[in-house]
T-cell receptor, first 112, second 111 residues
Framework: KAGVTQTPRYLIKTRGQQVTLSCSPI?????VSWYQQTPGQGLQFLFE???????NKGNFPGRFSGRQFSNSRSEMNVSTLELGDSALYLC???????????FGPGTRLTVL | KQEVTQIPAALSVPEGENLVLNCSFT??????LQWFRQDPGKGLTSLLL?????REQTSGRLNASLDKSSGRSTLYIAASQPGDSATYLC??????????FGKGTRLHILP
């Protein structure tokens, strides 16, 4: 079974721009979660989608949004980028059987 | 609000030693507790998952235990090897797959 894939792997943007990141879960997994990882804050939960519905959301501003498609693929969008948005963005998928989380390799976003 | 703490933040041990990494959580209403490994600049690799009804899980040289009543989990690594050097993260999984991570333990195995 293929693992969780994320595209692109690396991204450089400038302040004020917007960015869209993509995540394809493991086949059969319907839950996709997104996380931001920075050296100072560690791993922080952004939001989780299940069957195209956002079930849970972390404490991030409205500039961070996401969606999930009928094939369970998910996208995350960040608008009006700030320097502090530079981070590794990770997505994880899980099945409903035991909630074990499987992570993708991440997208490294650099905001200049 | 769930908080997850990992102690120590960093650890260096000689190759071959057995070691224990600690993880504590404040809210015992968890679905499961998961241990991950992260190599620099990479994603997370799942090591062990302990369901809330279980007490421990084993995989090779790794053994993880869970004590919900005391809010603690430990990861035991036997006969450590240089390839075990990485950051180890524990995560408490709650409703709707909301995961709260600890800040990790950076492990360095000295050859």
């Amino acid at each position: 079974k293929a693992g969780v894939t994320q595209t692109p792997r690396y991204l450089i943007k400038t302040r004020g721009q917007q960015v869209t990141l993509s995540c394809s879960p493991i086949s059969g997994h319907r839950s996709v979660s997104w996380y931001q990882q920075t050296p100072g804050q560690g791993l922080q939960f952004l939001f989780e989608y299940f069957s195209e519905t956002q079930r849970n959301k972390g404490n991030f501003p409205g500039r961070f949004s996401g969606r999930q498609f009928s094939n369970s693929r998910s996208e995350m969008n960040v608008s009006t980028l700030e320097l502090g948005d530079s981070a590794l963005y990770l997505c994880a998928s899980s099945s409903t059987s035991n909630n074990e989380q499987f992570f993708g390799p991440g997208t490294r976003l650099t905001v200049l | 609000k769930q908080e997850v703490t990992q102690i120590p933040a960093a650890l260096s041990v000689p190759e071959g030693e057995n070691l224990v990494l600690n993880c504590s959580f404040t809210d015992s209403a968890i679905y499961n507790l998961q241990w991950f490994r992260q190599d620099p600049g990479k994603g997370l690799t799942s090591l062990l998952l302990i369901q809330s009804s279980q007490r421990e899980q084993t995989s090779g040289r790794l053994n993880a235990s869970l004590d919900k009543s005391s809010g603690r989990s430990t990861l035991y690594i036997a006969a450590s090897q240089p390839g075990d050097s990485a950051t180890y993260l524990c995560a408490a999984v709650g409703p709707y797959d909301k995961i709260i991570f600890g800040k990790g333990t950076r492990l360095h195995i000295l050859p």
